[in-house]
């Protein structure tokens, strides 16, 4: 059996009770890890953060917290190629662990450096002059902003296990608020390994940090006012925990970066001819082939005027036909694996929700990848009923696009 993914709870390793649940590789299928919280005390790391990191975090000023997470992030990048050789068993190509990896630790040095152009060396932030409130100047008022008594709970999504928690974990840091991360199941072994090396460094303060790792069910239940939740996945499990009764009733702040079905546009003034034209269909070739398809940017609707729809399918067509799927490890390879089984699955039955008013003009969704990892390869799809619910409403989360034509800026507009 393989290992199980360790919990970082109130300055210790937590092992959970049971064997937890298998982890797959997306390239292989094989076991890389098991995840399970069974007995954590979920509790007691919302307590500790609030008792032992907030204070430790709010004692330092601005500058100090940037100077830490800069010296993390130095320490993140020199030991950055166990990360990527992980980084493989999700699916990912080299290319594409450099948008996650590399790109999560520079957006760790990239805040750091924020805060120390933009902020004070203080641990208070005034937010504007003084403000007279009364006729004789007896009644002043100014705002000002400083850290909070509560946590900042962060839970992530499987397709950025690096990056995607840690953008979240380095504005909270700054802020002064302690920080526990909660990735997503599918991809945690790669989190699990970055942040036990961020212990390991020795340079955040205790409690400002810490990792559960599997169900986060009944977090919610002991957050309040002072806290947060800052959330990335599905609309629809957005729209569950933000009926949660502490939020609605309570004050928790909660935020959600959920589904989104993002568009490029040609323009109609645009040739095929001109270098514009090659601009675009790259652009969206990119979009549909970087990290296959798994980003919350990715192109998923090619709106284009009514004459450009064949040239536009058949330059992508072209561009499509010379990707490689497979080990991201394999010379050639271009394109990797989805995170999982499951979530190429998914995908499928997005993209049969989307033939409803749609054709397929690349690509085969009814052949799966006969390979034990999670290979799928790119589908283009040509709407026909271009003001048809369903390539504005369904997101197949994978290298999916749908080319839409449009006839007038106006009709444009209305998509």
Request: glycine share 10%.
């Amino acid at each position: 059996m393989s290992r199980l993914l360790e919990s970082y709870a109130q300055g210790t390793w937590y092992s959970a009770t049971d064997e937890g649940t298998p982890l797959l590789s997306a390239v292989d299928g094989s076991e890389i890890a098991r995840v399970s919280s069974s007995g954590l005390d979920v509790a007691g790391m919302i307590d500790y953060a609030r008792t032992v990191g907030g204070p430790a975090l709010a004692a330092r000023t601005f500058h100090e917290r940037a100077a830490l997470l800069k010296q993390l992030g130095l320490t993140l990048l020199a030991g950055k190629e166990e990360f990527y050789q992980l980084s493989r068993h999700t699916g990912a190509t080299t290319r594409d662990s450099g948008v996650d990896i590399d790109g999560g630790f520079g957006t760790v040095l990239s805040y750091a450096s924020k805060a120390r152009r933009e902020l004070p060396n203080e641990t208070v932030y005034l937010d504007g002059a003084i403000e007279q409130l009364g006729k004789k100047g007896t009644f002043l008022g100014q705002h000002i902003y400083t850290s909070r008594r509560g946590v900042a709970v962060q839970i992530n999504a499987y397709n950025f296990p690096v990056w995607g928690f840690l953008e979240k974990l380095a504005p909270a840091f700054i802020a002064g608020v302690p920080s526990i991360v909660k990735p997503a199941s599918q991809t945690a072994y790669l989190t699990e390994l970055v942040f036990r090396r961020i212990i390991e460094s020795g340079l955040l303060p205790e409690g400002s940090v810490q990792l559960l790792c599997g169900s986060a069910r009944g977090v919610l239940d002991h957050l309040g006012g002072q806290d947060s939740v800052a959330f990335t996945g599905s609309a629809d499990t957005a729209a569950t925990l933000r009926s949660h009764p502490n939020v609605v009733g309570e004050g928790l702040h909660f935020t959600a970066e959920a589904d989104s079905l993002n568009a490029s546009i040609l323009g109609s003034d645009v040739a095929q001819s001109d270098p514009e034209f090659d601009l675009f269909v790259k652009g969206v070739f990119t979009e549909m082939t970087s990290k296959a398809g798994q980003k919350c940017t990715a192109i998923r609707r090619v709106l284009v005027p009514q004459d450009s729809v064949e040239p536009v399918i058949e330059a992508l067509k072209a561009r499509l036909d010379k990707v490689v799927v497979g080990d991201p490890q394999d010379d050639g390879v271009t394109m990797g694996a989805l995170a999982s089984i499951d979530q190429r699955d998914e995908v499928l039955k997005s993209i049969r929700g989307l033939i409803k008013s749609a054709t397929v003009v690349f690509g085969d969704p009814d052949s799966v990848d006969s390979r034990p990892g999670a290979f799928m390869a790119p589908v283009l799809l040509k709407a026909g009923d271009k003001s048809a619910p369903e390539p504005h409403e369904i997101e197949a989360f994978g290298p999916v696009a749908t080319v839409i034509g449009y006839d007038s800026t106006a009709d444009l507009l209305d998509l």
